[in-house]
């Protein structure tokens, strides 16, 4: 069993910068691919980026270099940092996580993830 839970969403105006984090419990970071997902009102659950044990890291293509995602293996702990937010990355960020055995590739695919943590808001303004 994995535990998540995010923290560090909120309100800022377009261009702004926010971090996210992911409390990661139960699990070891062997094998374990942990991914950013969002959803928006209204739209359909997307993927944002996904990290595996090893460092390797996936993103989508509307990422286009202002999002990157990195993980504290000490702490546990994986983080997204958002720059020059634009209203349209208004939403709701969950994180996720599965055995890497579980999934084709550590990407938003037709496997889903088998953990998910409760979200963190981000709320961007124009």
């Known amino acids: 069993q994995v535990h998540l839970v995010e923290s560090g969403g909120g309100s800022v105006q377009s261009g702004g910068s926010l971090t996210l984090s992911c409390a990661a419990s139960?699990?070891?970071?062997?094998?374990?691919?942990i991914g950013w997902f969002r959803q928006a009102r209204g739209k359909e659950r997307e993927g944002v980026a996904f990290?595996?044990?090893?460092?390797?890291?996936n993103y989508a293509d509307f990422v286009n270099g202002r999002f990157t995602i990195s993980q504290d293996t000490s702490a546990n702990t994986i983080y997204l940092h958002l720059h020059n937010l634009e209203p349209e990355d208004t939403a709701m960020y969950f994180c996720?996580?599965?055995?890497?055995?579980?999934?084709?590739?550590?990407?938003?695919?037709?496997?889903?993830?088998?953990?998910w943590g409760q979200g963190t808001q981000v709320t961007v303004s124009s």
């Open positions: 996720a996580a599965d055995w890497l055995a579980h999934l084709p590739r550590c990407i938003d695919g037709p496997v889903p993830f088998s953990f």
């Open positions: 990290i595996e044990s090893d460092g390797t890291t």
């Open positions: 139960g699990h070891t970071y062997s094998s374990v691919c």
